[in-house]
């Protein structure tokens, strides 16, 4: 079964490898994503996220750009095994050439600095998703979860900033995105901010790595009113594998099985043309069912188990998330 995976975090993590002067070596890295595990977990798309942490650094560009530089410098050196995409079209001539596609996105809308000429020029460097926060308040607005640089005591580091939406330069920002082609991610926006782009917007937008408020009520997720909106304007929402967003799964049972009680409750409510796969990968914690890509195979199985149809499984796996590609890119 194909695999199209909306969020990642090992950019992040070969960066970071980088910077420590250690020999990577993306083909057979121990990133929980590397070439060698997204064969395995027969791989047609995997997005590649742009992370830059607020809290660690005031040159988010820069390192944007940093990180950008390394990306295509792994799929330079590794093009028989996997190409950079920037339109659906690229990603068909990638299957028919029988190779991987790896699509460039943003997770921390300050990278571009507030800017409207330097989202463009991301996009120009080849960036076609990106969400509008993390979990610090920016230029654009408040993310669900916020974390305050300045707090004394780890305790006050959190606040949740949910009636908070987008400033003004984040209203911009959507009239832009949408104007180039530019996905628009809500994953890690407050609640206010998710009515701000349905208001704001008129094509699809995604949340590329949040499961059901209903099932694990954790801020990052989606309450189920967001799942109807969201699924009525043609986006989709991606998996997320994380064990805080997934919640505790019952004592017979798996963080797959628990991924797949999500899949159904978010079926339930969007409909089966809703449900995608983001497995914030890189990100997250390993635990044993869940490690890393190359477990794809054991969740479409776990799927199957759960009773899902054969049409349903490849529609989450792949064909939901490349019909909004299709779309907008």
């Known amino acids: 079964m194909k695999i199209v ?3 990642c975090d090992t950019l992040s993590a070969l960066l970071s490898a980088k910077r420590q002067g250690k020999n990577f070596d993306f083909e057979n890295s121990d990133t929980q994503i590397s070439l060698s595990k997204m064969q395995a977990g027969d791989y047609l798309l995997q ?9 660690e650094t005031d040159s988010p560009l820069p390192e944007a750009l940093e990180m950008i530089l390394l990306f295509e410098s792994e799929m330079e050196k590794h093009a028989d095994l996997i190409r950079p995409v920037r339109s659906y079209a690229d990603i068909e001539q990638n299957q028919a050439d029988g190779v991987m596609s790896a699509l460039l996105t943003g997770e921390e809308g300050e990278i571009t600095m507030g800017n409207p000429d330097f989202l463009d020029f991301l996009y120009k460097l080849g960036m076609r998703m990106m969400t509008l926060t993390w979990n610090y308040e920016n230029s654009l607005g408040f993310p669900n979860v916020r974390l305050d640089k300045k707090a004394s005591a780890s305790s006050d580091r959190y606040c949740l900033s949910q009636n908070k939406g987008l400033k003004e330069q984040g209203i911009v920002f959507l009239e832009e995105m949408e104007r180039l082609g530019m996905i628009i991610d809500v994953s890690h926006l407050s609640d206010a901010g998710f009515y701000d782009v349905l208001e704001h917007t008129t094509k699809p937008f995604v949340a590329s790595h949040s499961n059901a408020r209903s099932v694990c009520p954790a801020v990052r997720n989606l309450t189920d009113d967001m799942v109807r ?9 991606g998996i997320n594998f994380c064990k805080e967003f997934l919640g505790k799964p019952d004592v017979s049972q798996n963080y797959l099985d628990q991924a797949v009680v999500h899949i159904k409750y978010l079926m339930n409510l969007g409909g089966e043309d809703f449900v995608a796969l983001g497995s914030d990968f890189d990100g997250i914690t390993r635990y044993h069912d869940l490690s890393d890509c190359s477990v794809m195979p054991k969740l479409v199985h776990t799927m199957k188990k759960a009773g899902l149809t054969p049409t349903q499984i490849e529609k989450i796996c792949y064909k939901n998330t490349l019909r909004v590609y299709r779309d907008l890119l």
Do not use: K, P, Y
């Open 229 to 237: 909106r969201l699924a009525e304007r043609g986006g989709i929402t």
């Open 5 to 7: 995976d909306m969020h």
């Open 47 to 55: 997005n590649f996220a742009i992370f830059v942490n607020l809290g």
